[in-house]
């Protein structure tokens, strides 16, 4: 079946460093590709999506692509803010209607 | 904006009593999910609902049930509270299967305490 293996955490950086958080797929088909990003106290909201191989979903500094060779979607900031401390969900949906989800990776950005 | 309401944030029950948590929905979607949320285990399906009266179980649906009368509302019921459905629930809604790239919209959550 379909499943999804981010990095552990908790990823602690200092704001302004450059944030890397891996993700890799295993699916049947062309799945589509998502990272939700989830803030203390709250659900889950979508940060940036891919359909297709080689799409690159980007959103509020935030990018992945979408690499069918190697089945990754790694997310990618070039300067991260302490208000980006969230955690972080990688999730792929194929034929089904029901997504897969990652573990979840807590990245935690110091002033 | 989509919204997906879950009308109660936190909730302290007690072992044995019975709980529902409600969820609606506001843009007419198909396809609405429960999911549990604990530490290191990420997200976890107990239910979801692909139309209405229509219910299918996900990867932990023991200790739980669903209903789903009405389109925007997709309930889930703990027949008999015990204290390891202590947990983060979150409900989430989609339109149809015809697009893969369908994105959930996630409620708040519901944080329940058995106690």
């Known amino acids: 079946g379909d499943s999804v293996t981010q990095m552990e955490g908790p990823v602690t950086l200092s704001e302004e460093a450059f944030l890397t958080i891996n993700c890799t797929y295993t699916?049947?088909?062309?799945?589509?590709l998502f990272w939700y990003v989830q803030y203390p106290g709250e659900g889950l909201q979508l940060l940036l999506k891919?359909?297709?191989?080689?799409d690159k979903g980007s959103n509020k500094g935030f990018e992945a692509t979408y690499r069918k060779e190697t089945t990754s979607f790694h997310l990618e900031k070039g300067s991260v803010q302490v208000s980006d401390s969230a955690v972080y969900f990688c999730a792929l949906r194929g034929g089904s209607y029901i997504p897969t989800f990652g573990r979840g990776t807590s990245l935690i950005v110091h002033p | 904006d989509v919204k997906v309401t879950q009308s109660s944030r936190y909730l302290v029950k007690r072992t044995g009593e019975k709980v529902f948590l409600e969820c609606v929905q506001d843009?007419?979607?198909?396809?609405m999910f429960w999911y549990r949320q604990d530490p290191g285990l990420g997200l976890r399906l107990i239910y979801f609902?692909?139309?209405?009266?229509?219910?299918e179980k996900g990867d932990i649906p023991e200790g739980y049930s669903v209903s789903r009368e009405k389109k925007e509302r997709f309930s889930l019921i703990l027949e008999s509270a015990s204290t390891n459905q202590t947990s983060m629930y979150l409900c989430?809604?989609?339109?149809?299967?015809?697009?893969?790239?369908?994105?959930?919209?996630f409620g708040a959550g519901s944080r329940l305490t058995v106690l």
């Open positions: 843009m007419d979607h198909e396809n």
């Open positions: 609902s692909y139309d209405v009266k229509m219910k």
């Open positions: 699916a049947t088909g062309y799945p589509s």
């Open positions: 989430a809604s989609s339109s149809g299967a015809s697009s893969g790239a369908n994105v959930l919209t």
């Open positions: 891919a359909t297709k191989a080689d």
